[in-house]
């Protein structure tokens, strides 16, 4: 089985599929369920890190965003560029990963 959606990873393309739309991902009658419906790709080591980042600071019931960027700050997470977070460099990359 495979950890991602290889219909959807070829549909979001920089250019548009001509093979992407209804009936392509989910065909009436003969959907294929697969648990990470909605990935189009394998999570990086980066992104798996970040996500454990954030679930031990909601976990301590941090939802505000100083406190949740201060938190993987003091958690050792770094940007992917080696940098610390900032509110404005998580947003974007909140925005960058779809999240």
């Known amino acids: 089985m495979n950890d991602f959606n290889q219909k959807l990873?070829?549909?979001?393309?920089a250019s548009p599929s001509k093979e992407a739309g209804i009936n392509n991902i989910q065909i009436p009658g003969k959907i294929d369920h697969i648990?990470?419906?909605?990935?189009?790709?394998?999570p990086?080591?980066?992104?798996l890190d970040l996500v454990n980042a954030l679930i031990s600071a909601f976990s301590k019931g941090i939802t505000d965003l100083e406190p949740?960027?201060?938190?993987?700050?003091?958690?050792?997470?770094?940007?992917?560029?080696?940098?610390?977070?900032?509110?404005?460099s998580f947003q974007t990359e909140m925005q960058r990963l779809g999240y």
């Open 68 to 88: 949740l960027v201060a938190s993987l700050n003091e958690q050792g997470l770094r940007q992917e560029s080696g940098e610390v977070w900032t509110s404005a």
């Open 35 to 42: 648990i990470w419906q909605t990935r189009y790709k394998t």
């Open 9 to 13: 990873a070829f549909w979001q393309a």
């Open 44 to 47: 990086t080591a980066y992104e």
